[in-house]
Nanobody, 123 residues
Framework: VQLQASGGGLVQPGNSLRLSCAAS????????MVWFRQAPGKEREFVVGISGNKGNTYYADSVKGRFTISRDNAKNTCNLQMNSLKPEDTAVYYC?????????????????WGRGTQVTVSS
């Protein structure tokens, strides 16, 4: 299984970014896809998740109403649209996957991880 995250960058507060995660080596629709983030000096934290076939979504309170996760099972991709970005959203963002219907918020539940992509929100 390989996960490849992309789309990070430097943006000003209030602006938007779109992250993508391309997956290979798995039956994509069987897997929950999630995004975690890790800021300097902080633990890795759950941001958002989406289930396989039904597309149920799960959001951390800190990003509800600003971030939207989606997936395209035909293309084996998962996207994270981030709007109204704040400086506190600055972190390295990781996509991760696990088989099954649920999206635990603990990082140890996910066996597959992509390399992170840096998101910096600063004026």
């Amino acid at each position: 299984v390989q996960l490849q995250a992309s789309g990070g960058g430097l943006v000003q507060p209030g602006n938007s970014l779109r992250l993508s995660c391309a997956a290979s080596g798995l039956t994509f629709s069987y897997y929950v896809m999630v995004w975690f983030r890790q800021a300097p000096g902080k633990e890795r934290e759950f941001v958002v998740g989406i289930s396989g076939n039904k597309g149920n979504t799960y959001y951390a309170d800190s990003v509800k109403g600003r971030f939207t996760i989606s997936r395209d099972n035909a293309k084996n991709t998962c996207n994270l649209q981030m709007n109204s970005l704040k400086p506190e959203d600055t972190a390295v963002y990781y996509c991760a996957a696990r088989a099954g219907p649920s999206a635990p918020t603990t990082s140890s539940a996910y066996p597959y991880w992509g390399r992170g992509t840096q998101v910096t929100v600063s004026s």
